[in-house]
């Protein structure tokens, strides 16, 4: 049984007051609070088992090792993924897909040679890919949404030509909400020999992720929105994709030999991390995704659902506001304007007066955006911890924005 409240008393903030109002936190898509579990375990890795790690070998080192590394199979068993070797840290998706673009897509993509979108993604799964259109002359290929928000699996396999060299595409989307059927294109994708990548930021917080179900070759995480600390992320790969990239960034750890003439690498995954890593920051994602699974991540899917369907219902009841995406398939994540003229930084203004925080702009994906014909949206996404009871709270305060500016 989820027991709402009382995941609520893990979270310090969630029990204080902004503006003399009870918080109300509708900005995880942004970031997600963090457990007081997480916040002991950094405490405690900062104020008694601090050091370097990996080759040390004083008994700090070796404790800080042993956490350190310890997370690498916590991400693997989270993410149903045998084999621990095929996690790589990262400070979060943004990296990780930078990686790679740089490490895998960039040495093998050529001129003419097409990548394929949807027009849902955020900047992080657009702008990497823009990169190799700048310099190498790569075609990004984009598939568009419905009016729901909704994306065809089969229209992003059809899209897949005869130069067709990757797939990116995200599990949900950041402003609609939207699932996609990611198996589906996986599975179209690989029949046409075309690998595949998942941005998997904000889908992986809301419901259970199974790495060979999906069967894809890339699959990216950021621990801020699964209820860690910023500066932590991972990214699965594929053996056979990772047997395929070189090193993307050079430094200790991620060497074998060095010497005046030349330079051997380290097995993966520790190819790809070079330098000192952020120890205590993944220690703490280790913890929030020990919590999370402490938890179920099918008992938190269906609580958010019920959230989904209660926001969706009264959100609906408002005549004056339109809403962007209204997939079957959505999460917890509403983006909305309002009639009137109201602008969406407004509309938060007068929110967060009544201690009700949500996201108002563009949210990293302008292309989305353009293509919704909206300038800016305000966003409120939902969370474990949040209630029935919060709902209501951002609908009243809605209807208070209706009144001032309707």
């Not at 823009?130 to 059809?158: M, S, T, Y």
């Not at 990214?235 to 430094?251: D, K, N, T, V």
Request: aromatic share 8%; charged share 20%.
């Amino acid at each position: 049984m989820f027991d709402v409240n009382a995941v609520r008393n893990d979270f310090p903030i969630l029990s204080r007051k902004v503006n003399g109002k009870p918080l109300v936190y509708l900005d995880n898509g942004a970031s997600a609070q963090k457990p007081k579990v997480v916040i002991d375990a950094m405490t405690e890795a900062y104020s008694n088992e601090y050091a370097n790690v990996h080759r040390g070998l004083h008994y700090l080192s070796t404790v800080a090792t042993e956490k350190y590394e310890g997370v690498r199979g916590t991400i693997a068993r989270f993410l149903n993924v045998p084999d621990p070797d095929n996690i790589v840290f990262t400070t979060g998706s943004t990296e990780a897909i930078n990686m790679v673009s740089y490490a895998w897509a960039a040495p093998r993509l050529q001129a003419g040679d097409e990548i394929v979108l949807s027009i849902a993604e955020h900047h992080a799964n657009i702008v990497p890919w823009h990169f190799l259109r700048e310099r190498q002359g790569v075609v990004l290929k984009w598939v568009e949404c419905d009016e729901n928000g909704d994306i065809d699996p089969q229209a992003v396999i059809d899209a897949i030509g005869a130069r067709t060299k990757l797939v990116a595409i995200t599990h949900m989307s950041n402003v609609t909400g939207t699932v996609l059927d990611v198996a589906a294109i996986t599975r179209g994708a690989h029949a046409k020999g075309v690998p595949v990548l998942v941005d998997g930021s904000q889908a992986a917080v809301h419901m259970p992720v199974d790495i060979p179900a999906i069967g894809c070759d890339f699959y990216a995480i950021t621990g801020h929105k699964l209820y860690g600390p910023t500066g932590s992320g991972a990214i699965y790969i594929s053996a056979e994709r990772m047997a395929e990239m070189r090193p993307f960034l050079g430094g200790g750890d991620m060497i074998d030999v060095v010497t005046r003439d030349t330079v051997t690498y380290a097995k993966p995954p520790l190819r790809f991390e070079a330098g000192t890593p952020g120890i205590v920051q993944q220690i703490g994602f280790g913890v929030a995704l020990e919590y999370l699974m402490s938890l179920g991540m099918e008992n938190i899917a269906k609580h958010e659902q019920a959230l989904r369907d209660a926001a969706q219902e009264r959100l609906r009841g408002l005549n004056w506001l339109s809403i962007q995406g209204n997939s079957a398939t959505k999460g917890a994540i509403f983006s909305f304007t309002m009639a009137g003229g109201a602008h969406p930084h407004d509309i938060s203004t007068v929110l967060d007066q009544r201690g009700i925080a949500v996201r108002a702009g563009t949210h990293c994906a302008l292309p989305l955006m353009q293509h919704l014909g909206v300038g800016a949206t305000c966003r409120a996404s939902f969370a474990m911890y949040n209630t029935v009871e919060e709902v209501d709270a951002l609908i009243s305060g809605l209807e208070l924005c209706h009144e001032l500016f309707g």
